[in-house]
């Protein structure tokens, strides 16, 4: 089994056309939607040593389903190296987010957070907003990936970064 990274986030984060946007880039091809998880996850992969995951965005499902669906999938893939975690740097951590990052902390899952839209934000504004959000993980969150990222995928802003973390994840 080649090395996965998988994406999660709010419902509305900007997840799809994130992906689209390292897919288009990189020529990642979508490859195959697992049986009975076609609804839930979709699978791309880039070249023959990675594959990323797109899971469905939580706010919709209740937490209870997205924990028990979701995460015993996220705790059960050996050959997973991190979760990127997508968060609105106009909205900040969300309960949600922080919920879900506690049930990754409790499971020992190393994930990274990846600030969207970046360019819906003055560099002012975004920078203010990136370092309210490292503070907090930096009180509560365990086996966050010390590294916030920002992108967009509108200017494209960060996603060369992003990709350079993706291959480097792949690799540890
Ligand atoms: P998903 O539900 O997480 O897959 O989110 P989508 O990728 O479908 O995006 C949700 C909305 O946010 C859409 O209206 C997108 O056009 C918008 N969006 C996504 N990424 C960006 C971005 O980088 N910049 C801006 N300004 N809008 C974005």
Same mark, same amino acid.
């Given at each position: 089994?080649?090395?996965?990274?998988?994406?999660?986030?709010?419902?509305?984060?900007?997840?799809?056309?994130? !992906?689209?946007? $390292?897919?288009?880039?990189? &020529? +990642?091809?979508?490859t195959s939607s697992k049986p009975g998880h076609t609804r839930m996850m979709n699978f791309f992969k880039m070249g023959d040593k990675l594959s990323l995951v797109d899971m469905p965005g939580y706010g919709f499902k209740s937490r209870d389903e997205w924990g028990g669906m979701i995460l015993s999938y996220l705790q059960n893939r050996k050959n997973l190296?991190?979760?990127?975690?997508?968060?609105?740097?106009?909205?900040?951590?969300?309960?949600?987010?922080?919920? !879900?990052?506690? $049930?990754?902390?409790?499971? &020992? +899952?190393?994930?990274?957070?990846?600030?969207?839209?970046?360019?819906?934000?003055?560099?002012?504004?975004?920078?203010?907003a990136k370092a309210e959000i490292e503070a907090e993980l930096v009180k509560d969150a365990i086996c966050c990936f010390p590294l916030v990222l920002g992108v967009s995928s509108k200017t494209k802003d960060g996603l060369d970064e992003l990709r350079a973390a993706i291959v480097k994840a792949g690799q540890l």
């Open positions: 089994m080649i090395p996965e990274v998988a994406f999660i986030g709010r419902s509305n984060i900007g997840k799809s056309s994130l !992906i689209n946007g $390292l897919v288009n880039r990189n &020529g +990642l091809v979508k190296r991190r979760i990127y975690i997508l968060v609105d740097p106009s909205h900040g951590l969300k309960e949600s987010d922080t919920q !879900i990052m506690k $049930l990754l902390d409790n499971s &020992g +899952l190393s994930y990274q957070v990846v600030l969207t839209k970046m360019d819906r934000l003055s560099k002012t504004k975004y920078s203010a």
